[in-house]
């Protein structure tokens, strides 16, 4: 049994993260994840929480710019969000919070940007899993279900 000493923290943990495919087989990515503790892993997500507050406040104004410029251009119609819209900003919202999370993956491709854009797109379910896995991880020290 290992021995803890306090104020000795990691800076880091690594995690299976688990999830079904599409044909019900099981599978897996091991994210290598910041050490938070349970009160930074708090302010970590109130600092997400804000940032996409201050973007939808933001995103309400253009709109509310937008349905004044169409009433006075009574003739013009104004594209609304669409679904693509919609879940375009949920997986910028995975991707941020996966990028301020973890550091590294045991994926063939880097842990980048554009490659996590490719796991939410690809593999939606694995990108909620890697944001639940490590809530679970800071919050209640569990490695899953």
């Known amino acids: 049994m290992a021995k ?5 923290r990691p800076t880091h943990f690594t995690r299976a993260v688990k999830f079904s495919l599409l044909d019900g087989t099981a599978a897996w990515i091991n994210f290598n994840y910041k050490y938070r503790t349970r009160s930074e892993y708090g302010a970590f997500v109130d600092e997400n929480v804000e940032r996409h507050k201050q973007a ?23 594209k609304l969000p669409g679904m693509k819209d919609v879940l375009e ?57």
């Open 4 to 8: 803890i000493v306090l104020g000795q």
């Open 56 to 78: 939808a406040e933001a995103a309400i104004a253009d709109a509310i710019k937008v349905a004044e410029e169409a009433t006075k251009d009574a003739g013009q119609v104004t």
């Open 89 to 145: 900003k949920s997986s910028n919202d995975s991707i941020e919070f996966l990028l301020g999370a973890a550091e590294g993956w045991n994926l063939d491709a880097p842990f980048t940007r554009e490659s996590l854009e490719q796991l939410v797109d690809e593999y939606p379910q694995a990108a909620l899993a890697a944001v639940e896995t490590y809530r679970l991880a800071c919050t209640e020290g569990r490695q899953g279900n």
